[in-house]
Every structure is written in C-alpha cells, then in structure tokens.
C-alpha cells in the first residue's frame, strides 16, 4: 500500500515558477515509478511527467519539456515537480501518481494523490 499526499500548488503570475512535492509512505516508494499528471477543470486528465525507480530516466509531452522538471529523493520517499515558465494553460488540479513500470498511461498508476490546485494568472 503506496498513500501519496501532493503539497505546494497555488496562485502564480504567468511566468513565474512552482516547486509541487508528493510524499508518499510506504517501503516499496523507492521501486516504483512516479508520475504527475494535471486535470483542468472540464477537460480530461493529462500526463504531465514522469520519472523511473531511481531517478535516471525522465520523461515529459511537448506540452511541458523544458519547463517542467520532475526529480526525486528516494531517501525521504518524496518526489517533485518544478515548473517554471508558468502559463495560464497550465492551470489544473496537478496529480501525482505510483506505477509499477515507468509508463504515460494513467491506467497502469495504481497509487494516486488527492491533487493541489495549480493557478496561473496572466
């Protein structure tokens, strides 16, 4: 059992930058991948990163490459999501999630945050 509690979303001018966290308990943190994946309000979830067992391989959309940065501590079970270049269409509800295997599908995460809301402002 994985339990992920996402912290550090808020309001931001465009432009500006955000630090999101995701904590997780459990032993097994440190064999899984992670993800974050964001939901705007009427609009269907979206991958948004993602980041293999140890921290060596990353992946990204063109949405966010090169803005967003995913990273992780596997010793304090946490893992991050830097966003800088902020726009107001990355305003949505930003999940983190835990899959067994690196992946972009929503569907092979098994262990899901309750999501911090993310605002851009233009």
């Known amino acids: 059992q994985v339990q992920l509690v996402e912290s550090g979303g808020g309001l931001v001018q465009a432009g500006g930058s955000l630090r999101l966290s995701c904590a997780a308990s459990g032993r097994t943190f440190s064999a899984r991948a992670m993800g974050w994946f964001r939901q705007a309000l009427g609009m269907e979830r979206e991958f948004v990163a993602t980041?293999?067992?140890?921290?060596?391989?990353?992946y990204y959309p063109d949405s966010v490459k090169g803005r967003f940065t995913i990273s992780r501590d596997n010793a304090k079970n946490t893992v991050y999501l830097e966003m800088n270049s902020l726009k107001p269409e990355d305003t949505a509800v930003y999940y983190c999630?835990?899959?067994?295997?690196?992946?972009?599908?929503?569907?092979?995460?098994?262990?899901w945050g309750q999501g911090t809301q993310v605002t851009v402002s233009s």
């Open positions: 980041i293999n067992w140890s921290g060596g391989s990353t």
């Open positions: 999630a835990a899959s067994p295997r690196t992946t972009v599908l929503d569907g092979n995460y098994n262990y």
